[in-house]
């Protein structure tokens, strides 16, 4: 999965927000379901949210439920994960993924989130 990173990760403080955005290439864009994941060191990679290929279903992990938003832009072929009232837990390096109509999911580089006053 090539993502181009339109929105990268940084350092913020807590309750702060912050936009990750992938515009994806190298696929048929609008056939896949796409997500987002994080991982730490201690955690192994968890789903954050994920979003149907026509954008009509998401999902969310229930720590992010009510904080953070996914969307997608078929057009620009482009993910996108709002991420409001951030805590220290969120700290964690995040992956767009993509996953094809056959279930094959695919991954992007990750991205460093740092949440910490």
């Known amino acids: 999965l090539r993502c181009n990173w339109r929105s990268l990760g940084g350092l913020v403080q807590p309750g702060d927000s912050l936009r990750l955005s992938c515009a994806a290439s190298?696929?048929?864009?609008?056939?896949?379901?796409m997500g987002w994941y994080r991982q730490t060191p201690e955690k192994e990679r968890e789903l954050v949210a994920s979003i149907r290929s026509d954008g009509g279903s998401t999902n969310y992990a229930d720590s992010v439920k009510g904080r953070f938003t996914i969307s997608r832009d078929i057009a620009k072929n482009t993910v996108n994960l709002q991420m409001n009232s951030l805590k220290p837990e969120d700290t964690a390096v995040y992956y767009c993924?993509?996953?094809?109509?056959?279930?094959?999911?695919?991954w992007g580089k990750g991205t460093l989130v740092t949440v910490s006053s």
């Open positions: 190298g696929f048929a864009f609008h056939l896949y379901a």
């Open positions: 993924n993509a996953v094809n109509p056959f279930g094959m999911p695919y």
